[in-house]
């Protein structure tokens, strides 16, 4: 389930009782999104990306349609890993799945020090921001989104072996974000952090500022230039700021 980013350290050993980052990644994406971040932060934490099931290290197990199943999937590894503190990092639909995986988490007294969400609407209006179902448009459609959002090299969508193994996973993808419907509850009281790209389309005609009623304790906003995946530009300042947010939330925790 999940992939150490750390050059030759294992994911799968005994249980960290230090802190650990965990990435959750976009839509169509894995856990090698996050590769780039080895080196950028503090050389004692354990950096843990996940890889959702149908790709990378969970290749065998069958794609997610739904939050409910991705959690679902998610939940006994994070239980087993996290024993130490830990924080949570998710980009897009990742941030998503970042805020109802934290969400059961307190549910079992389990919770992050610190949540940070990336690129991704407030939950209620996760749904409203396109017309009809991603997952249900034609392959020419889907492949213009994502050529305009960026992010995505070019000799993948070249190669049709590729193309096709790609959009398979971003339709099911795509299917987990936008048949999401949000329960109404508490807000969380792990402190939270939204960052997001200023030029994304995904984001633009929507108030970031609107995710701050979903916590209860401390919540930032960062903001940056770029579109939907601005942090893979500007990795040094976004990894720099997880690790001052994350940083604050611990010296909270302390006291």
Request: aromatic share 10%; proline share 7%; with cysteine.
């Amino acid at each position: 389930m999940f992939r150490n980013l750390r050059r030759g350290a294992a994911a799968d050993g005994p249980p960290a009782t230090g802190f650990t980052c965990f990435f959750l990644h976009h839509a169509g994406g894995s856990s090698a999104a996050f590769t780039h971040f080895a080196d950028l932060f503090p050389a004692h934490w354990r950096l843990l990306a996940a890889d959702l099931p149908g790709r990378g290290v969970s290749a065998g197990r069958p794609l997610c349609r739904s939050t409910d199943e991705v959690v679902d999937a998610l939940l006994p590894a994070f239980l087993e890993q996290a024993r130490g503190p830990f924080a949570v990092f998710g980009h897009s639909m990742g941030g998503l799945v970042g805020y109802e995986l934290v969400r059961a988490l307190e549910h079992h007294r389990r919770p992050p020090a610190w949540l940070g969400v990336s690129a991704m609407v407030a939950p209620r209006q996760v749904t409203s921001r396109f017309a009809g179902r991603r997952d249900l448009w034609s392959q020419d459609r889907l492949i213009s989104f994502v050529k305009d959002l960026g992010g995505t090299p070019a000799e993948m969508l070249d190669d049709p072996d590729i193309l096709e193994y790609l959009v398979e996973i971003l339709r099911e993808d795509l299917a987990v974000v936008d048949t999401y419907v949000f329960r109404e509850g508490p807000p969380l009281d792990t402190p939270l952090s939204v960052f997001h790209g200023l030029a994304d389309l995904t984001t633009k005609d929507q108030t970031i500022a609107d995710w701050r009623p979903y916590a209860a304790g401390p919540s930032d906003i960062h903001a940056y230039p770029g579109g939907h995946f601005y942090l893979f530009d500007q990795p040094e300042e976004v990894a720099g700021r997880i690790t001052t947010d994350i940083g604050r939330a611990l010296a909270r925790g302390a006291r």
